[in-house]
Every structure is written in structure tokens, then in C-alpha cells.
């Protein structure tokens, strides 16, 4: 089974910007990963963030976008705001086996 | 309202098994793509596998760690999703959630359930 890879912990700064990343085990990140980003806060079940490298759900906060970059995914968080403080996942596809990142744990002071 | 609500957690001894039921209302689950995911206390999330909709099948997918041990099934005239764990080991303690993530249509969704806790331990 592919290894998904993502930075154990970021900090940011409240209004700055932060890239979360998503690395494969099996090479380059490429759309049929259908990457997914999900947040999660303790004690609630995770929601999924964005879908198919790019696409929101209509909760979704317009300061996360999704892209894929240097051959990983990847999420960017612009203007962070307290709320933001959360556990993020990435969600790869492989073949319709989905594997997830380890999480980043997104800290913002 | 869409809701899903997972049953059927609880105290299992090691090489046991345990069927999970995750009953949807608000939807039906014919064509609806479903997912399992879980977590062991303190740790990441793991994904268990997938059905997908009628439509394309009913096909399933489950992780490579876990096959031939967890099987995904769906009862469309029970609305309710599956997830049949056999010989159970003690790192299969989680809490495992069912997630509908999108529909035949390609209509996306991202509705959860609160969690079942299962505890393998003898």
C-alpha cells in the first residue's frame, strides 16, 4: 500500500498563509489521486474541506484553496483566523483505494 | 434531515467479529457512494473502503491491510451500510465512522456519523 505524506505540525500566524502538502510514496501527485483535504477539531468527526485537488464544498471558507504543487498536493490556507486551529487530512486515490496522510496539525498563534 | 448513525460498536475479544450497521435518513443509499473510515484514540484517520452506488455496480473497494478480513455491504431495503470486521486484533480499537461522499449523479455529499467505539481486548 502507497505511503501519503504530509508535515506533522505548521504554525501560522492569525491573517497569515500556510501550504499544507501531500506527498506519494508511488511518485508525483497527479489529479487521479482525486486529492481530498479534510480538518478535524477534537472531538468532532472530520469534514472534508476540498475534493478532486481543487473543488470547495459550499461550507468550505473561501481562504482554503487547493492546488496541486511540485508534484504534491496541496492546501493553502490564506488569512488564517483562530478557528482554523485544527488536525488536517489528505486523502489520496489509488485506483479507488483510498490511502490518508499521517495529518498535519495546524497550529495558529 | 440527512443523518447517518452508526450501531453495533462495543467490548470484543481478540479474534472475534463484529458487524457495524450504519443506518441513512434523509437519503437513500441505492445510488449513493459510502465509505468507511476510522481511528484509533489518538491517532490519524484510516480508510476502511467504499461501495459504490447501484448505478455503477455496487462495486467495493477496501483497503489493501484489511482485506479478507473487513467486507462492505449495503441493504437498500434497510437504508443501512455494513461493515463486517473478522478476526479482530487489538489494533483494530478505533472509532469507526460511515460517510457518504457523493452519488451516482456525481452529486458531492459529505455527510458523517457520530462514531461507533470498538474495543478488541480480552
Not at chain 1, 479534510?38 to 481543487?54: F, H, N, V
Not at chain 2, 441513512?24 to 484517520?45: D, E
Not at chain 2, 478476526?87 to 451516482?104: F, M, P
Amino acid at each position: 500500500q502507497a505511503v501519503v505524506t504530509q508535515e506533522p505540525s505548521l504554525t501560522v500566524s492569525p491573517g497569515g498563509t500556510v501550504t499544507l502538502t501531500c506527498g506519494s510514496s508511488t511518485g508525483a501527485v497527479i489529479s487521479n489521486h482525486y486529492p481530498y483535504w479534510l480538518q478535524q477539531k477534537p472531538g468532532q468527526a472530520p469534514r472534508t474541506l476540498i475534493y478532486d485537488t481543487t473543488y470547495k464544498h459550499s461550507w468550505t471558507p473561501d481562504r482554503f484553496s487547493g492546488s496541486l504543487l511540485g508534484g504534491k498536493a496541496a492546501l493553502t490556507l490564506s488569512g488564517a483566523q483562530p478557528e482554523d486551529d485544527a488536525e488536517y487530512y489528505c486523502l489520496l486515490s489509488y485506483s479507488g483505494v483510498g490511502v490518508f496522510g499521517g495529518g498535519t496539525k495546524l497550529t495558529v498563534l | 434531515e440527512v443523518q447517518l448513525v452508526e450501531s453495533g460498536g462495543g467490548l470484543v475479544k481478540p479474534g472475534g467479529s463484529l458487524r457495524l450497521s450504519c443506518a441513512a435518513s434523509g437519503f437513500t443509499l441505492t445510488n449513493a457512494w459510502m465509505k468507511w473510515v476510522r481511528q484509533a484514540p489518538g491517532k490519524g484517520l484510516e480508510w476502511i473502503g467504499r461501495i459504490k452506488g447501484k448505478a455503477e455496480g455496487g462495486t467495493t473497494d477496501h483497503a489493501a491491510p484489511l482485506k479478507g478480513r473487513f467486507t462492505i455491504s449495503r441493504d437498500d431495503s434497510k437504508n443501512t451500510l455494513y461493515l463486517q470486521m473478522n478476526s479482530l486484533k487489538n489494533e483494530d480499537t478505533a472509532v469507526y465512522y460511515c460517510t457518504h461522499y457523493r452519488d451516482s449523479s456525481g452529486l458531492r455529499a459529505d455527510t458523517w456519523g457520530q462514531g461507533t467505539l470498538v474495543t478488541v481486548s480480552s
